[in-house]
DNA sequence: AATGTACTTGACCGACGGTCGAAAAGTGTG
DNA sequence: CACACTTTTCGACCGTCGGTCAAGTACATT
């Protein structure tokens, strides 16, 4: 087994690198040298870029995945709870990796690419959680609806895409009721209180 | 002004590779050679091989666009079926140009790219015909919700990234599902009669 | 014929992702 | 320590790519 500690040294590089800067703009070459080794060390531990990148998107995620998939198992903290921590854990990891201060030309590929990655994997393995949120929530009287993994994904795509303004950019105001709209459409179509959602209001703000 | 024929002719010659190849696997050379026309002349026209592809995104949905945007304004057709009629619209232009049959060894980035590329043009192009359809709908008393702009910016997220079976990949039978739970949640949610929107349904068919 | 303009071209450039063989560092054995 | 052997490091090198550009062609206009 290889030293996984040289695994952590790369990654750290190219995260510090894509602060400021974009996937395609950053070379090889120059992860190495943020690394403090040779090219060709790198690919004696990833097979390719893109495989250095996917290994720090699953690296920056798997924190917050895994402390949502605990919450699904808490039967004992009330689901609409459960439910607020779940997004408040998503758009903390989302914001601070993903977001990129300056960007100045940004081929736009890159960050496109970047942010699907992080989608992609966001909702896939937070429906099966969500899904027992939810299904815990109707058991429980407080959810009414007849296809709670459906509602499971259409909230998380609907969330993950708004709380990710760059891939349809919108205006805070805007994003804002969007998500008001979500709520509204949630209460009344599950037939929950009006207002127990509210806290998906709290989660846009930047 | 110059001969726009050209332009025609290099986004044929790119469509053409991009049926069975990704975009990163063609190179420029190629995109010219198949256009009968040495690559130069190809940045005499587009400054880069980004803005060709846009070109050819901008051209393969500006048909499809526009039949749409001619459909909000048709206010002497039903809203539910206007609706309708832009879902079948999107549905077969999507299918049509993004699916590519034989993807080899298909990096990913270029096909999430394409995708995203295609999804971010739909929604934001289609937000305000559906608005204003759903408006309509509003008005006429056959649905009965208080966030138009909202609610169509949510179904055209969750419609557009779940017709893209190549975003989040998953059965058709769970597709089916997740349209069927957007229904419920639809005509509960505004109060339409239940069944009105299962024409919905019929689009996932591959 | 001469001048100007719109268009074409492929050799060329710098940079990139990835390879490779050799060297260096580490490890176990006697 | 010497030795064999494996693991790790490395940067010169390779092929390819997107993009540039000076030179050229085609063709009006005068």
């Given at each position: 087994m290889p030293d996984s500690k040289k695994y952590d040294i790369i990654?750290?590089?190219?995260?510090?690198?894509?602060?400021?800067?974009?996937?395609?703009?950053?070379?090889?070459?120059?992860?190495?040298?943020?690394?403090?080794?040779?090219?060709?060390s790198?690919?004696y531990y990833f097979?390719?870029?893109?495989?250095?990148?996917?290994?720090?998107?699953?690296?920056?995620?798997?924190?917050?995945?895994?402390?949502?998939?605990?919450?699904?198992?808490?039967?004992?903290?009330?689901?609409?709870?459960?439910?607020?921590?779940?997004?408040?854990?998503?758009?903390?990891?989302?914001?601070?990796?993903?977001?990129?201060?300056?960007?100045?030309?940004?081929?736009?590929?890159?960050?496109?690419?970047?942010?699907?990655?992080?989608?992609?994997?966001?909702?896939?393995?937070?429906?099966?959680?969500?899904?027992?949120?939810?299904?815990?929530?109707?058991?429980?009287?407080?959810?009414?609806?007849?296809?709670?993994?459906?509602?499971?994904?259409?909230?998380?795509?609907?969330?993950?895409?708004?709380?990710?303004?760059?891939?349809?950019?919108?205006?805070?105001?805007?994003?804002?009721?969007?998500?008001?709209?979500?709520?509204?459409?949630?209460?009344?179509?599950?037939?929950?209180?009006?207002?127990?959602?509210?806290?998906?209001?709290?989660?846009?703000?930047?």
């Amino acid at each position: 087994m290889p030293d996984s500690k040289k695994y952590d040294i790369i990654l750290d590089a190219l995260q510090q690198l894509l602060e400021d800067r974009t996937i395609q703009s950053i070379s090889v070459s120059e992860i190495a040298q943020k690394a403090g080794m040779g090219k060709g060390s790198l690919y004696y531990y990833f097979p390719s870029k893109e495989a250095i990148l996917d290994a720090l998107i699953e690296r920056s995620y798997e924190k917050t995945l895994q402390t949502a998939k605990n919450l699904a198992s808490q039967t004992d903290i009330a689901p609409f709870t459960r439910m607020a921590m779940l997004f408040q854990a998503c758009q903390n990891s989302s914001t601070a990796f993903l977001m990129q201060p300056e960007t100045p030309i940004s081929s736009a590929q890159d960050i496109a690419f970047l942010h699907q990655k992080y989608l992609t994997r966001l909702v896939s393995e937070l429906k099966p959680d969500l899904t027992e949120i939810i299904k815990q929530g109707i058991e429980n009287g407080e959810i009414h609806f007849d296809h709670p993994a459906a509602l499971a994904e259409i909230v998380l795509i609907v969330i993950a895409v708004k709380l990710d303004n760059s891939l349809f950019p919108t205006s805070p105001e805007e994003t804002a009721e969007t998500l008001k709209g979500l709520i509204a459409l949630l209460e009344k179509g599950t037939d929950i209180a009006p207002g127990t959602l509210n806290y998906l209001t709290f989660t846009t703000g930047k």
